[in-house]
C-alpha cells in the first residue's frame, strides 16, 4: 500500500499536466482575428519571449553560483549531500517553465480573447479563463510531479537503501536535499517577480504620463509608443512572475508539511511516512477537484455575472477538496499523534485543514471587498478624487492601511486555532490545505492579464464599442480576482513561513528564540526592516525605470511626425528595450539582499556571542521578516488594486455629491495620478514581499544543519520496532500497538 500511494502523487501531477495540454490545444484551435489584430500579439510575443530569454541568461549566473555553494554545503555536514545542488536546478528550470507556460498561452489567448468578444461575452471568458486554466494546471502539475518524484527518489536512495527508519537523521537528509528543490524555486520566482513587476510597471507608468495625462488618448492606442511595452509587461509580471511565484509558494507549503510531518512517529499502514506524503497527497487531489472546479466557470449570456462564475468555480473546488481531505486523514493518519510534546487526533488534523480552507477563503473575499468597484473603499478613494490629486492619494494610503486589519486578524485567528488543533503541523497542513487548490488560484488569477491584453487589442485594433465593453468587463473582473489571489498568496506565505520557521528551529536544534537577548531583539528589528528596504529598491526602481520610458515616448512623439494622425507607427521596440533592461538592471540587489541576509547573520555570528547562538539570532531575523512582510505585502496590493479600480470606475461614470463625472474630467486624472502610484505598489513590490519572506525561511532552513546547536555527526535515527497483538473481542477483530524497544543505531 506504501508503494502504490507513494507513486500515485505524481501520477496525479501528471494528470493535471496532460489536462493543460488539451485545454491549451482548445485555445490554440480558436479564431485569431483579422491581420491587424495577430500583427499586435505578434508584438507583444516576442517581447514577452525576448525579456524571457534575457532573464534566463542573468539567472543561469546566478544559478552557477549557487550550485558551487550548495555542493560545499552538501559536503559540510552528514544531514545534507551534494545532490541538493542538482534538486536546486530542477527546482529552478521548473519554476522558469512553469512561468514560460503561463505566458506562452497568455500570449496566444489575449487576440483569441478579443476575437471572442466580437461574438460573446460568454466565448470570451471561455477563452480567456480557460488560457488561465493551462496556467494554473501547468503549475499544480509541475510543482507536484516535481516534488512527488524526487521525494521518491530521495526517500529510496537516503532512507529505504539504508534500512533507516522515518523519523530520523536518514529522513531529514531526505528532506533537506529535496529542500533545495524548493530554494531553486523559491529563488527563480524572486527574480521573475521583482524583474517581472519592475518591467510591467516602468512601461504603464511611462505610458500613463505621457500618453493618458499628456497626449490625452486611451490607456491603449496604437500610437503610444510604450503600449505595447505594456502589453507584453502584463505578460512577464503579472504572468510568467506569478506562475513562478505561485509555484514557489506551492512547493515551499508541501516542503515545511514534511519537514515537520518527519518529527511525528506514526503508526500506519505506510511504513511511519502517512504525515510526510498527506501533505503531497492533498496537492495532488487538489488538481483534479481544480480540474472539476472549472467546469463551474461559465455564464449564460453577456449579462451573466462574470465575478459569480468565478467565485463559483473557486469555492466548488474547496468544498470538494475539504470534503475529500476528511476520508484521506481518516484513511491515511493514525488515530493519535504527537509533535514536539503536543498530542492530537488524526481529526484534528482534518479540522486544521478545514480551517486552512476557510482563511484562504476569508482572505480572498475580504481582499475583494477593498479592492472591488462598487465597495465602500473604492467608493472612498473615488469621492476624495473631486478634490485633487493629493486627497486621492491619502484616500488610498488610508484603504491599504486599513485593508491590513480583518486579514491580519483571520490570519492570526487560523494560526492560533490550527495550533490548538494539531500544533505546529496543523499550522503547516492548513496552509497545506489552503494552497491545495492553486491551480484553480491561479486559473482565476491569470485570466486577468489576458482579458487585460486582449482589451488593450481591442482598443488598438480600433474594433467596435461593444467589443471593448465586453473586455472592460473581464478586465475589471480580473483587477479584483488579481488583488484576491494576492491576499490569497501573502496569507499562505504567512502560514508556510511560520510552518519553515518551525522546522528550521527543529534543524537547528535551538528550544526556543527569546527576545530578551539583546543580539536576538537587534536581528528581530534587522529583520523588520528588510521589506522597507527591499519595496524601497523595487519602488525606486519602478521610478527610474518609468522615467527613461517617459523620455523615450515623448522623444518619439517629438521625432516622429505624423503618430498622432496614424500616419506613422511608433518604435514599439525601444519602449520594450528599455523596460528589458531596467529590470534585469534593477532585480539584481532587491534579490541578493533575500538571500544574503540570512548567510550574513547564520554564519557571521556563529561564535560571536557566549549565550546567543547566531541560529537564535537568525530566527528572530526570520520573526520580524516574516511580521513586516505580511503586513507591507496586504498593505501595497490592497492599496494598489483599490486604486486601480478606482480609476477604471470613472470610464462607465460616477456620481460624486450630485453630479456625475466620466474620463478626461478633473477627479479622473486625479485617479489617474493614484493608480500610476498603486501600480508599483500592487505589482512589483506587494507581490515580492510573499516570496521573500520565504525564501529567506528556505534559506535559514538549508543552511541550519551547518548552524545547528546539537551535533550530527555519529548519531543517527532512531529504530522503532513494534509489536502488534491481535485480540477479539465479542467477534471483532481488536488491534493493540505497543512500542517494545527504541534503540539508537551508530
Known amino acids: 500500500m506504501e508503494q502504490a500511494l507513494i507513486y500515485v502523487v505524481p501520477a496525479l501531477g501528471l494528470v493535471g499536466l496532460i489536462v493543460m495540454a488539451i485545454k491549451s490545444a482548445w485555445v490554440t484551435k480558436q479564431e485569431t482575428g483579422d491581420k491587424n489584430m495577430m500583427e499586435l500579439a505578434g508584438y507583444i510575443a516576442d517581447g514577452a519571449m525576448a525579456f524571457l530569454k534575457a532573464e534566463w541568461k542573468v539567472l543561469s549566473y546566478f544559478a552557477v553560483i549557487a550550485v558551487i555553494l550548495l555542493v560545499w554545503s552538501g559536503m559540510s555536514v552528514e544531514t545534507s549531500s551534494p545532490v541538493i545542488a542538482i534538486s536546486f536546478l530542477i527546482g529552478a528550470v521548473f519554476s522558469a517553465f512553469a512561468g514560460y507556460i503561463g505566458m506562452n498561452i497568455a500570449t496566444k489567448a489575449n487576440v483569441r480573447t478579443t476575437q471572442a468578444a466580437r461574438t460573446s461575452l460568454k466565448h470570451a471568458l471561455k477563452v480567456s479563463f480557460t488560457g488561465g486554466s493551462v496556467m494554473g494546471l501547468g503549475v499544480a502539475g509541475l510543482a507536484v510531479l516535481g516534488l512527488g518524484s524526487l521525494f521518491i527518489l530521495f526517500y529510496h536512495l537516503y532512507v529505504q537503501s539504508v534500512g533507516a527508519g522515518v523519523n530520523g537523521v536518514e529522513m531529514e537528509k531526505a528532506l533537506e536535499v529535496l529542500a533545495g528543490f524548493s530554494l531553486g524555486a523559491e529563488s527563480i520566482a524572486l527574480f521573475a517577480r521583482v524583474g517581472g513587476g519592475i518591467y510591467t510597471k516602468a512601461a504603464d507608468v511611462g505610458a500613463d504620463l505621457v500618453g493618458k495625462v499628456e497626449a490625452g488618448i486611451p490607456e491603449d492606442d496604437v500610437r503610444n509608443p510604450a503600449t505595447i511595452a505594456d502589453n507584453v509587461g502584463d505578460n512577464v509580471g503579472d504572468v510568467a512572475g506569478m506562475g513562478a511565484d505561485l509555484f514557489g509558494s506551492y512547493v515551499a507549503t508541501i516542503l515545511a508539511t514534511m519537514v515537520l510531518g518527519r518529527e511525528i512517529v506514526s503508526i500506519d499502514n505506510f511504513g511511519g511516512i502517512a504525515p510526510i506524503l498527506l501533505p503531497m497527497v492533498l496537492a495532488g487531489l487538489g488538481i483534479v477537484f481544480s480540474i472539476m472546479g472549472m467546469f463551474f466557470v461559465t455564464i449564460k449570456d453577456d449579462k451573466g455575472d462574470v465575478q459569480h462564475a468565478l467565485n463559483m468555480g473557486n469555492w466548488s473546488s474547496i468544498v470538494f477538496t475539504g470534503i475529500a481531505s476528511f476520508f484521506v486523514v481518516k484513511y491515511m493518519l493514525p488515530e493519535t499523534l504527537s509533535i514536539r510534546g503536543y498530542d492530537f487526533t488524526n481529526m484534528d488534523v482534518f479540522y486544521a485543514i478545514i480551517l486552512g480552507l476557510v482563511v484562504g477563503t476569508l482572505m480572498s473575499i475580504i481582499t475583494e471587498y477593498y479592492t472591488a468597484m462598487g465597495k465602500r473603499p473604492v467608493q472612498s478613494i473615488i469621492k476624495q478624487s473631486a478634490t485633487g490629486h493629493a ?59 489576458i482579458a487585460d491584453n486582449a482589451g488593450g487589442i481591442a482598443e488598438m485594433s480600433q474594433l467596435p464599442e461593444e467589443v471593448r465593453d465586453r473586455t472592460d468587463i473581464l478586465d475589471a473582473v480580473g483587477n479584483t480576482t488579481a488583488a484576491s489571489g494576492k491576499g490569497f498568496a501573502i496569507a499562505s506565505a504567512a502560514l508556510t513561513s511560520l510552518a519553515l520557521f518551525a522546522a528550521f528551529v527543529g534543524v537547528a536544534g535551538i528550544d526556543a528564540i527569546d527576545i530578551f537577548k539583546a543580539p536576538v531583539l537587534a536581528a528581530l528589528f534587522v529583520g523588520g526592516m528588510i521589506p522597507y528596504i527591499f519595496s524601497s529598491l523595487a519602488i525606486a526602481a519602478v521610478g527610474r525605470a518609468a522615467m527613461d520610458m517617459v523620455n523615450e515616448v515623448r522623444r518619439q512623439f517629438r521625432e516622429i511626425p505624423g503618430i498622432m494622425e496614424y500616419k506613422a507607427k511608433p518604435e514599439y521596440d525601444k519602449c520594450v528595450e528599455i523596460s528589458t533592461k531596467a529590470s534585469l538592471r534593477e532585480m539584481l540587489l532587491p534579490g541578493a539582499i533575500a538571500l544574503v541576509t540570512p548567510l550574513l547573520i547564520g554564519f557571521g555570528f556563529q561564535g560571536v556571542f557566549e549565550q546567543v547562538s547566531s541560529a537564535e539570532m537568525l530566527g528572530g531575523l526570520l520573526a ?54 498603486g501600480d508599483p505598489f500592487k505589482d512589483t513590490s506587494g507581490p515580492s514581499m510573499n516570496i521573500l519572506i520565504k525564501l529567506m525561511s528556505i534559506v535559514a532552513l538549508i543552511i541550519a544543519p551547518h548552524i545547528s546547536q546539537r551535533p550530527h555527526t555519529g548519531a543517527t535515527s532512531e529504530k522503532v520496532e513494534i509489536k502488534k497483538e491481535i485480540k477479539y473481542e465479542d467477534g471483532k477483530k481488536v488491534v493493540t500497538e505497543t512500542i517494545t524497544e527504541i534503540k539508537k543505531v551508530n
Open 391 to 449: 486627497t486621492n492619494i491619502i484616500a488610498g494610503l488610508a484603504v491599504g492601511m486599513e485593508s491590513t486589519v480583518l486579514p491580519i486578524l483571520v490570519l492570526a485567528g487560523g494560526i492560533m486555532g490550527s495550533y490548538a488543533f494539531a500544533g505546529l503541523y496543523g499550522v503547516a497542513i492548513a496552509a497545506a490545505g489552503m494552497m491545495a487548490t492553486t491551480a484553480m488560484q491561479l486559473a482565476i488569477d491569470a485570466f486577468g492579464p
Open 624 to 677: 520580524g521578516v516574516t511580521v513586516s512582510g505580511v503586513l507591507m505585502g496586504m498593505f501595497q496590493s490592497n492599496a494598489g488594486g483599490a486604486w486601480d479600480n478606482a480609476k477604471k470606475s470613472f470610464e462607465k461614470g460616477v456620481e460624486i455629491d450630485g453630479e456625475m463625472y466620466y474620463k478626461k474630467s478633473e477627479p479622473h486624472k486625479a485617479s489617474v495620478t493614484g493608480d500610476t502610484v
